[in-house]
């Protein structure tokens, strides 16, 4: 439709999920204060699976909970990830990064370049991931942090 040129750079919002956007309430330090240690982690899994399968209910089965619990607890042990009642919503976010995000949001960046167009994920800057990591869950949660500061009147307001 002649609305993009070859001299434009697409950038897309979607990388912008590290802000609080996904985070369940259920993975808040306080809601899982009294759970026992050894089920966090199981608490994590069973977040991912209900927010990637809930689209398919026919799908939500033990058996595939069960296998996707598996591969998924086979995946953080492989990168020496320990899940912490503290640190449940970053686990959480870690099995979004490179189970969700990497293969699907990221992934279709890539049609971009059959079209030859060039693209940016400025969301995704390592300074900026850095940062959100830090940002603890009640300024994470519902992007409140983020809410915030976009909200925020600049210096130079009237």
């Not at 999920?17 to 899994?45: R, T």
């Not at 959480?92 to 693209?119: A, M, P, S, T």
């Amino acid at each position: 439709m002649g609305q993009i040129t070859k001299n434009d750079v697409l950038l897309n919002g979607n990388s912008g999920d590290f802000i609080g956007n996904h985070i369940p309430i259920q993975l808040s330090p306080a809601m899982l204060g009294h759970c026992p240690e050894d089920q966090i982690e199981g608490i994590v899994i069973k977040c991912f699976f209900d927010k990637h399968c809930g689209l398919w209910p026919d799908l939500q089965t033990d058996e595939n909970l069960q296998r996707i619990s598996t591969s998924l607890q086979k995946f953080l042990r492989q990168k020496s990830i320990k899940v912490e009642k503290e640190n449940a919503y970053l686990c959480y976010e870690f099995l979004e990064y490179y189970n969700r995000q990497i293969k699907n949001v990221v992934k279709r960046q890539k049609i971009y370049d059959y079209f030859g167009l060039e693209w940016r994920m400025p969301l995704w800057d390592v300074d900026l991931m850095h940062f959100w990591l830090k940002v603890p869950f009640e300024q994470k949660y519902g992007q409140t942090h983020y809410k915030a500061s976009v909200n925020k009147p600049s210096e130079n307001s009237a």
